[in-house]
């Protein structure tokens, strides 16, 4: 089309979805702020106990992309939506200087009662990711893991982050679960059925991941999180075209036995 300036609809484009993900963030803050606290207690025990298992072995903690991470001692690890904190303390036990965001108060507390009981300390910031982009910092990781892509329903401003983030040679570590487990099949038991849209952009309602660890008649009253799943092509060209540098996409199988076969989790890290 001639004398179209399509810089304007980029920029409305932009703004739409920016203030969709404001709104979206807003409901899911709220859906990770509903009795996660106790449901953490149900699901690992308290702190002191999960600490003591930690201290064991906090290597396996970080299995699988620990390997990326070789030597954690005196390194700066950024863990967007780190929740728990199982992650982060199992790092700062390896010598890692490690900063948490969060959106949960709830994960908050119990992180911060995990770490103590460990003896180490983690720095835990209660917000979203996007407001921490004045915060300064050079870190040697930004970690993300397991079940936190899909709470963003665009993936560019949070690349650009992540690369501001991080110091020159620094890697962003993304370890989450393979699209084809969370997108394309249902599984039960031996049986396996394409159930859904590998390529389906739509938003999805889900539970919070330890809503099933809630007492009965707290669960049918909580808020559900909105998730936009995210094909391994979607991901790949949006760390690309933020300008880091794609090191490795390793896929990981599933180690169920019936599920043997199977992607289950994949990792991508790369470089500034």
């Known amino acids: ?34 009795n996660n606290y106790q449901a ?7 702190p002191k106990e999960v600490a003591e298992k930690i201290k064991q072995n906090p290597e396996w903690r970080i299995y699988p992309f ?18 728990n904190g199982v992650k982060a303390t199992a790092m700062a036990l390896l010598g890692a200087d490690v900063t948490v965001v969060d959106f949960s108060q709830e994960n908050a507390k ?39 892509l899909h ?12 690369k501001d983030k991080l110091a ?3 890697h962003f570590i993304l370890h989450e679960f393979h699209p084809i487990s969370t997108k394309l099949i249902t599984s039960s038991g031996k ?12 938003l999805t309602y889900q539970s919070v991941a330890f809503s099933k660890h809630m007492p009965d008649g707290v669960q049918e009253e909580l808020m559900q999180t909105v998730q936009r799943k995210w094909t391994i092509g979607e991901l790949v060209t949006s760390v690309a075209a933020s300008g880091l540098r794609i090191h490795s996409l390793q896929e990981e199988p599933n180690h169920k036995i019936h599920d043997i076969g199977l992607p289950k989790t994949y990792t991508l890290i790369a470089e500034k």
Not at 191 to 202: I, L, Q
């Open 151 to 162: 709470y963003f329903i665009t993936l560019e401003p949070l690349m650009h982050l992540i």
């Open 168 to 170: 020159v040679g620094g």
């Open 191 to 202: 049986k396996h059925k394409v159930t859904g849209n590998y390529f389906a952009p739509e």
């Open 110 to 148: 119990f992180a911060n009662e995990l770490a103590h009981e460990a003896e180490v300390d983690i720095h835990y910031i209660v917000s979203d990711v996007f407001s921490i982009s004045e915060m300064h910092g050079e870190f040697d990781y930004v970690l993300m893991e397991l079940g936190v």
């Open 1 to 34: 089309m001639y004398g179209v300036d399509f810089t304007d609809y980029k920029t409305e484009i932009v703004r739409f979805l920016h203030n969709k993900q404001q709104a979206l963030t807003a409901q899911n803050e709220q859906a990770w702020n509903q």
């Open 66 to 83: 620990g390997q990326y991470m070789p030597d954690l001692k005196d390194k700066k690890v950024l863990h967007l939506l780190g929740s």
């Open 40 to 46: 953490l207690l149900a699901r690992y025990g308290q």
